[in-house]
């Protein structure tokens, strides 16, 4: 069954993080629905039945919202948009890996595991999916009504979190994971760690109660403290990750 987080804000259980190659989708219900990401795929199928099982059809789907482009992410994307008609949205940095002008990469941290894992290649690839609509730091979407987009590069250079105001959530795709306690994203598949940790302390200085992550639980009620005090505990590692080594 759908979770209910907010009067307007469903976690699609039934494709919350399940296996490996998980990810929690989202679901945006006010004048019109929007799904924030798509999940792995093979699973377009379940999240549209949970999509009825809130008494919509699929064709109210108006948008699908892309945090980031890996494959746990806009696995299902293209069929839902041949499915729903929906527009898509999602960051200009990531928009050629999720339509396919650039090939996904695989773990890029370190080097070796990439290429070790070349035979696994289609674990981590997706059915390209044309973006239609382009969305940056600090733009608000036309509906729900309050939904501003924020660029959270690290994991990915487009990576973006949604900040519901009116509902007073962040959802934070993966610039964070909530699996086993709050924690910092797959280091294999994430770029810039060091730039994936300023983003965060950028949202730790949101007002916020609710957290959603692409994997794990949501974080309620003191999420904003919780946040802040694991930002002000990655500000030294990040000066350890800045610092330049030197020679003995």
């Known amino acids: 069954m759908p979770i209910l987080i907010t009067k307007h804000v469903y976690q699609?259980?039934?494709v919350s993080g399940a296996g490996l190659w998980g990810g929690?989708?989202?679901l945006l219900a006010d004048s019109c629905l929007n799904l924030v990401d798509a999940g792995y795929k093979g699973g377009a199928n379940r999240i549209l039945r949970e999509v009825r099982r809130l008494g919509y059809v699929p064709s109210d789907i108006a948008s699908i919202i892309v945090t980031h482009h890996h494959a746990d992410h806009v696995g299902n994307l293209a069929v839902l948009k041949?499915?729903?008609q929906a527009r898509v949205m999602a960051h200009p940095a990531d928009v050629p890996f999720i339509s396919g002008q650039v090939p996904r990469p695989g773990p890029v941290n370190p080097q070796w595991?990439?290429?070790?894992?070349v035979p696994f290649r289609r674990l981590w690839t997706a059915p390209p999916a044309e973006v239609d609509i382009l969305v940056d730091d600090g733009d608000e979407l036309p509906a729900p009504e309050g939904v501003r987009v924020l660029h959270t590069p690290g994991?990915?250079?487009g990576s973006i979190c949604l900040f519901l105001e009116r509902e007073r959530i962040v959802i934070a795709g993966d610039l964070l994971n909530n699996r086993l306690g709050l924690g910092l994203p797959s280091k294999a598949?994430?770029?810039d760690m060091v730039q994936d940790i300023r983003s965060i302390e950028k949202l730790a200085s949101l007002d916020f109660d609710i957290m959603c992550f692409g994997h794990g639980p949501p974080l309620v009620g003191s999420a904003r403290a919780t946040v802040l005090d694991f930002a002000k505990r990655l500000r030294g590692k990040r000066r350890g990750i800045d610092r330049p080594q030197t020679k003995g």
């Open 12 to 14: 699609l259980s039934s």
């Open 24 to 26: 929690n989708v989202f």
């Open 82 to 84: 041949g499915l729903t």
């Open 113 to 117: 595991l990439n290429r070790a894992l």
């Open 155 to 157: 994991h990915t250079p």
């Open 189 to 191: 598949f994430t770029v």
